[in-house]
């Protein structure tokens, strides 16, 4: 029976002896963690990780107003307008419809065209007044409208007037 105890104790002794080592080996391996964790390019790492995660974030939320934007613009587009315009050919009367992208004008281009329904005949100052823009932006406001086929002209003196075709 003393035997048996010696032996006992000596098989203790050995596991307490393997699981110090054990204890060892992974005391080292987090004594090497934490190094490598406070070291400075291990810093740099997590740093530049981060700004990644950051930047993928940003370029995605302006990929999806961009598509936001896209859409709206293709909206924009698709809405119509359509103008005619009389030609004389062989003394009868051709109607030629022309199709214009009302997403080429602008609200304020809207509003000036309802207010030359409105008074029937405008010009550049007329213009400029109602709407408080310059006379240079009022003029080129309409000469647009007018090369996209919704304007004549009518020169009066020095005054160019435009109405509705």
């Not at 009868?92 to 329904?117: H, M, N, R, W, Y």
């Not at 003029?139 to 090369?147: A, E, G, Q, V, Y």
Request: positive net charge.
């Amino acid at each position: 029976m003393v035997v048996k105890t010696v032996l006992r104790k000596l098989l203790k002794r050995k596991k307490k002896i393997e699981q110090k080592k054990e204890h060892k080996v992974l005391k080292s391996w987090e004594d090497m963690y934490e190094e490598l964790q406070e070291h400075p390019l291990t810093q740099a790492k997590i740093l530049n990780e981060q700004l990644l995660r950051n930047t993928n974030q940003s370029i995605d939320k302006i990929h999806d107003r961009l598509d936001s934007f896209e859409g709206r613009l293709t909206r924009l587009e698709n809405r119509k307008v359509i103008t005619k315009k009389a030609r004389k050919v062989k003394d009868e009367p051709e109607v030629i419809t022309e199709i214009v992208d009302k997403g080429q004008l602008s609200e304020q281009e809207e509003l000036i065209v309802k207010a030359i329904k409105e008074q029937g005949e405008v010009d550049a100052k007329t213009i400029s007044k109602k709407f408080n823009i310059s006379r240079g932006n009022a003029s080129l406001k309409l000469n647009k409208m007018h090369k996209y086929g919704l304007l004549a002209k009518r020169l009066d003196e020095k005054s160019i007037f435009f109405k509705i075709k």
